[in-house]
């Protein structure tokens, strides 16, 4: 038998992710060289302080503060540090010096994808980065290999695990946003500092990456309207679930035709990230917890469901060593081929053009022909009403009874929808409008 090449695998960063990648690369030596086609050996890991008391036992010797030596001189560089900078020279440098790169960083990826492919393709190496959506779940690789041969056209994503399980948590126990957040801190799954996940710029890059590999554009951070959910209340919640819907974070990016906007010339992609309502019969409502999820729709496969744990460090692991085995292949093979193809060049629309269903809430007062009137304002902004139902409240006090209204609209304009409710707004029979909320899945 012809002795395998060794390949040198410079780790940067042995945190929750980088420390059990170090510990599958050794435990697993056999096996993954067996797969590779050569053998993978840690040379070095590159951290802050050499001396941190690490989750797993290494060989103390692999450890160093000098990322950028043990970079130059590595055939594949796996990056988990995170952050910005020095992540974003160190990939750069390991680009330029013919290193294939792996890493879980969807901020970079997201904010500064463009810069890193192009110095991968002139290096003729792979960057990868399985692991920066979705965690363990294989969707970056089936988006952009399997699904190559097809018309993608729309993805779905609950990409964001604590936001998940918090709105989980207010589906289930009926709890408001700050006790579920709270909760969602004690077990765990939410930083001390919430903010990146709640206010979905954690989830905006996520989709930012997806759209990009869907619709063979690179799509920016900015081309991302970007909504959390600390604004969705229990009652919220509580309306959908008795409308028979779960609101749900959603990452979301799909093809729309000019036919369906109002910003006129072509097709265009619309990316967002928003608290969304969905049936609660929709392969998406049945993801609990802090359990990710992908679904795509794509013209000649039809629906497909990508469902898995979305973060932890063995879960994220799994990622990083399936990009980390299929680089070293490539590499043991002679050159990457092309991995991704950015010729689709589709316009990203604002958030005006976006198409879709709307769940709103009116208190209403209790009037003859009040239904009349609102379902004609609809009409006359050109958004169609699918379901109106009415609740009369009396209350104990005045005696006075008012109605509750809740109304799902067919698939509208974002631009006609806003119109419409400042309409609604307007009208003297109306006490407030309690809630605007976009349905998918309908
Ligand atoms: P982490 O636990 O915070 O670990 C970060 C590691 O990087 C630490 O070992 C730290 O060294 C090292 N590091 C940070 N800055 C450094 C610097 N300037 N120089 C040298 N070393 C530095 O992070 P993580 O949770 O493993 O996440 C790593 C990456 O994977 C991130 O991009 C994250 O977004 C992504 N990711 C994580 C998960 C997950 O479940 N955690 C899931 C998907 C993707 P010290 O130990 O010495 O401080």
Redesign the pocket.
Known sequence: MTELRTLKVAL???????AQVARILIEDADTLAARAGAKLQLSGI????VH?KRDVDLPQDLFTTD?DTLVKDADLVIE????IE?ARTLILSALRNGACVVT???ALVAQDGPTLHEEADKAGVQLSYE??VA?AIPILRPIRDSLAGDRITRVLGIVNGTTNFILDQMDTTGAQFADALAEAQRLGYAEADPTADVEGHDAAAKAAILASLSFHTRFALENVHCEGITSVTAADIAAAKDAGFVIKLLAIAEKLHVADTETGGGEGVSVRVHPTLLPREHPLAAVHGAFNAVFIEAENAGELMFYGQG???TP?ASAVLGDLVSAARSLVLGGPGRTETTTGQVAALPIDAAVTSYYIGLDVADQPGVLARIAQLFAEHGVSIEIMRQTIHRDAESNVESAELRIVTHRASEAALAATVEAVKGLDVINSVTSVLRVEGV
């Open positions: 940067l960063g042995c945190g929750n992710v980088g590159a951290v802050r302080n941190a990322a988990l540090m995170g952050g020095p879980g960083n969807k692991a920066a965690g973060a932890g460090g994220t």
